[in-house]
C-alpha cells in the first residue's frame, strides 16, 4: 500500500529505522496517533522537496486522501523530481545544476 511505500521511501534515503528505539507495538501506537518518521536529519543529506511532499501525502492519516498508485509514479517519473535531484547534488558539489536541466524545465 502507498503508505508502506512512503516508508520504503523515506528508508531509502535515511539507511536507518524510522522509529528507533521503538517496538512494534510502540510503533504501530505511533503511527496511529500520526506520528510519521522525519525527513529534516542533521545526519542525512537535504531530501528533495517534491519526495518529502509525496511522501507526506502518502502517509496522510485518511487512506482515502492518499495519492493512487498512478498519481505516484506520475510524480516519481516527473521532470520536477528529476529538477529537485539535480539542484541538490550540484548544490551540495558548489555548483549551479541549471545547465542541465532539459530545456523548457526552469
Known sequence: DV???ATVIWYTWHCADPFPGLSVPEVCMAVA???RPVFDSPDTPQAPTV?????N?????L??????????????????LTKDILHLAFQQ???DASALLPPGVP
Do not use: T
Open 3 to 5: 503508505f508502506s511505500f
Open 33 to 35: 496517533r500520526g506520528e
Open 51 to 55: 519526495l518529502v511532499e509525496l511522501a
Open 57 to 61: 501525502a502518502m502517509w496522510h492519516q
Open 63 to 80: 487512506p482515502n486522501s492518499r495519492p493512487s498508485a498512478a498519481e505516484i509514479l506520475n510524480i516519481l517519473q516527473g521532470d520536477e
Open 93 to 95: 558539489a558548489g555548483h
